[in-house]
């Protein structure tokens, strides 16, 4: 399995990751986005047999798509460099996977899961958010803005598509949905990033979710239009024509 970790500045929090990381991660895959604290130089001190990539965009979509590209595991597993998230549940998602789940995202609002790094503000946009999805494309998400996720490489067609920041989690989550794979989700808890602050912006990236839960609406649609599908059997549609409406209209 490969295991893909964005990075922009991470040197201080990848000396207390990257140890921790479970002996099940075949293929660990550091994208980096330019830093200049070095970064790099810790993961090839610590972790010599990692693949990195360079992404000269900024943005957690573009370095999670340049991983996708570079990943050769059969399952595909992407998690923050932050120190946010609990390395031991990469097991979890992994036995879930291997259960039958096509999809497998960590949760911090079903029971088990948590945060401490979670403000009032932020809850309350990622709870509307997450009712959004619910309301306009079904399936029972409990926490749409969590990247933490993993998926078989199989499913990565139904994700085609270029998203550039944050909203990249809240895209997969609805092409998920929108492909009718099998998601589920598992309790995680997250912490509070060990250094330094998040690339996370409340207002901006929350109207970029807005932003690309309406755009994947208006391409759903349109898919189904064309297809003349009756609309409870939209849970049939795997990716072909669906994804190329997409491209055509990105």
């Known amino acids: 399995m490969s295991l893909i970790i964005p990075t922009l500045n ?43 990539v360079l992404e000269q965009r900024h943005g957690k ?18 998690m923050d460099a932050d120190g946010s998230m609990d390395v031991s549940d990469i097991v979890v998602f992994v036995a879930s996977l291997q259960s039958g789940a096509d999809v497998v995202k960590g949760s911090r609002f079903v029971q088990g899961g948590g945060s401490s790094d979670l403000t009032l503000l932020r809850t309350a946009g990622n709870l509307a958010l997450t009712q959004a999805v619910r309301m306009v494309f079904g399936g029972r998400y409990s926490d749409l803005c969590y990247g933490y996720m993993a998926f078989w490489r199989h499913v990565l067609p139904a994700f085609e598509g270029e998203v550039g920041g944050f909203e990249v989690e809240t895209f997969l989550n609805i092409r998920a949905l929108a492909a009718g794979l099998r998601v589920v989700e598992v309790a995680s808890f997250e912490s509070s990033r060990i250094h330094g602050e998040s690339n996370l912006h409340t207002f901006r990236d929350g109207a970029r979710v807005l932003r690309t839960i309406y755009r994947e609406r208006r391409g759903l649609t349109r898919a189904r239009s064309g297809l003349g599908v009756p609309r409870p059997a939209v849970q049939a549609l795997v990716g072909a024509a669906y994804l190329a409406s997409q491209a055509e209209n990105v």
């Open 10 to 52: 991470e040197a201080k929090n990848l000396v207390h990751v990257l140890p921790t990381i479970p002996d099940i991660v075949d293929e660990l895959i550091i994208v980096d986005g330019e830093s200049t604290d070095g970064t790099l130089d810790v993961v090839r001190e610590l972790r010599p047999d990692a693949v990195i």
């Open 61 to 78: 979509g573009h370095a999670l798509r340049a991983g996708f590209e570079a990943a050769r595991g059969d399952i595909i597993v992407m």
